[in-house]
């Protein structure tokens, strides 16, 4: 570990108010994990974890379970029974047993049997549903045993993104054709939005549950209330925008929305006013500076600060009051595509490349997990925090329990 970084980072992030959690480090139990990469054939291989000076790790068994195709999302029931991976077909585990084996006997069979990638899953807050992505269309999958129990069909076009209200009674989905649409629960249509010129792209309900956020490849993001009415519509100044990589968040107190172009990040009030914009990720190529790409945002638990990661690998922490850079993490690894804060905040997982750094909150590198064998696409850690689910060519699970 790079000590002088680590004192670097101390100074810089004491003063803006993050704590460190130091004490009892040496103590610390390695990290068991589990990997499932979605093929038929199951396969028992030893783990593998990459950290300073760690003793090795004890075996744990890794099940392969599909064909090697790229996991573009996972995701994780809110009580922390259940995952979801989502790539070519999707597939659901019980991870609540103690073994971590597939639900049943064996494994679920692939949800969604079309050639068509499958890229946005989203469960119900009580866990009991599993909603996807399918061409057009959004299917109601049960999670306990995978019965598919409804198709909700109005889109023209793909749908790009899908979310839950906070308290699971609507259902938001968003398309190419430029709509936006709110369904119940039990499948039925509520209402479409219409107001985006352009493919909508990106959706966030506040956590209150009361707006609906969503951004679109014209330029523009734009709030809506909680049964559809227009709010405001917010005009970004970026001039490099790169809209498919476009991302919202909102702070966990629903006071400021962060809004990604894919090349610059946003930060507004709710009320439509700019608090500032942030460069972003730029890299040099060459001789000349290039935007760079923004791949993921996300606000710390406490909301006081929002973290980006991009194409140059690193992780940027910035204060969500101002919008003052207050650090760079340098993940040394290659593309950081995604990165989330477990939910009480003592850690930032980022991906860098095929590996996965944690940091702790005063900025300093932790642990490296090594495990994937393609870029990580996807963190979500589950609402206890025990466990971390990331995905590339696989899915690994990390146990977080001897962390606590």
Not at 249 to 270: C, E, M
Not at 296 to 310: E, T
Request: aromatic fraction near 6%; glycine fraction near 12%.
């Amino acid at each position: 570990m790079d000590t002088g970084f680590a004192q670097q980072n101390i100074r810089r992030l004491a003063s803006a108010g993050f704590g460190i959690a130091m004490a009892g480090l040496a103590l610390l139990a390695p990290i068991p994990h589990i990997r499932a990469s979605l093929g038929r054939n199951a396969q028992i291989t030893p783990p593998s974890i990459a950290a300073t000076k760690q003793a090795q790790m004890p075996e744990l068994p890794t099940v392969k379970l599909s064909g090697g195709r790229v996991v573009q999302r996972t995701a994780l029931s809110r009580d922390g029974r259940f995952l979801a991976a989502a790539g070519t077909g999707i597939k659901i585990w019980n991870i609540a047993r103690a073994q971590w084996n597939p639900i049943g006997s064996g494994w679920v069979e692939t949800l969604n049997r079309s050639s068509e990638p499958t890229g946005e899953i989203s469960f119900s807050p009580d866990g009991r549903v599993l909603a996807a992505a399918s061409g057009r269309m959004v299917k109601l999958w049960r999670t306990a045993d995978g019965t598919l129990l409804r198709s909700l069909e109005g889109h023209d076009s793909r749908v790009t993104r899908i979310t839950h209200s906070p308290d699971g009674r609507v259902l938001a989905s968003a398309s190419t054709d430029g709509t936006i649409r709110l369904w119940l629960a039990n499948g039925g249509s509520l209402r479409t939005l219409k107001g985006h010129s352009a493919p909508v792209l990106a959706l966030a309900y506040a956590p209150d549950g009361r707006t609906l956020a969503s951004t679109a490849a014209d330029g523009t993001a734009r709030i809506w209330t909680f049964d559809g009415r227009p709010l405001r519509t917010l005009k970004r100044n970026s001039r490099s925008s790169r809209p498919f990589y476009s991302r919202l968040a909102f702070s966990p107190d629903g006071r400021v929305l962060a809004d990604s172009d894919g090349s610059s990040i946003t930060l507004w009030r709710t009320n439509g006013k700019p608090i500032r914009t942030l460069p972003g990720h730029p890299e040099m190529i060459g001789k000349r500076q290039s935007p760079g790409i923004v791949h993921h945002i996300a606000f710390s638990p406490d909301g006081r600060f929002l973290a980006s990661c991009g194409d140059d690998g690193t992780v940027k922490l910035w204060r969500t009051a101002d919008g003052q850079l207050l650090n760079t993490l340098q993940g040394k690894g290659g593309v950081a595509m995604h990165l989330a804060f477990s939910p009480d905040g003592r850690f930032l997982a980022s991906g860098h490349g095929a590996k996965v750094r944690l940091w702790l909150p005063n900025g300093q590198l932790f642990r490296t997990l090594e495990g994937q064998s393609d870029i990580v696409r996807h963190l979500v850690f589950s609402a206890d925090g025990r466990i971390l689910s990331t995905s590339a060519g696989q899915v690994v699970l990390w146990r977080l329990d001897a962390l606590r």
